[in-house]
Nanobody
Framework: QVQLAESGGGLVQAGGSLRLSCVAS????????MGWYRQAPGKQREFVAT???????NYRESVKGRFTISRDNAKNTVYLQMNSLKPEDTAVYYC??????????WGRGTQVTVST
């Protein structure tokens, strides 16, 4: 099993930056990939970024060049550095871990609000 603890959300003006953190505990060795998803009011949860155990990254088109996903293995932590934030980035951001390619674990979410 995997437990995920998120932090770093908050209120920021358009053009500002935030860094989200997600600390994983439990069966960390078996995690294939971790990522970030978000859900805005009235919308479905959507993919934002992922990073595999080998370090390969993937981003949704609308955040490319603005967001960076990274890992710190010593701290069992994945980060999402968000720059040039836009109001449309406003959402609850959820950390995700994929284990053994079949199990998915989710954090409780952290609110990101970008004001105009």
């Amino acid at each position: 099993q995997v437990q995920l603890a998120e932090s770093g959300g908050g209120l920021v003006q358009a053009g500002g930056s935030l860094r989200l953190s997600c600390v994983a505990s439990g069966s960390i060795f078996s995690i294939n990939a971790m990522g970030w998803y978000r859900q805005a009011p009235g919308k479905q949860r959507e993919f934002v970024a992922t990073i595999t155990s080998g370090g390969s990254t993937n981003y949704r088109e609308s955040v490319k060049g603005r967001f960076t996903i990274s890992r710190d293995n010593a701290k069992n932590t994945v980060y999402l550095q968000m720059n040039s934030l836009k109001p449309e980035d406003t959402a609850v951001y959820y950390c995700n871990a994929n284990r053994l390619s079949v199990y998915n674990y989710w954090g409780r979410g952290t609110q990101v609000t970008v004001s105009t």
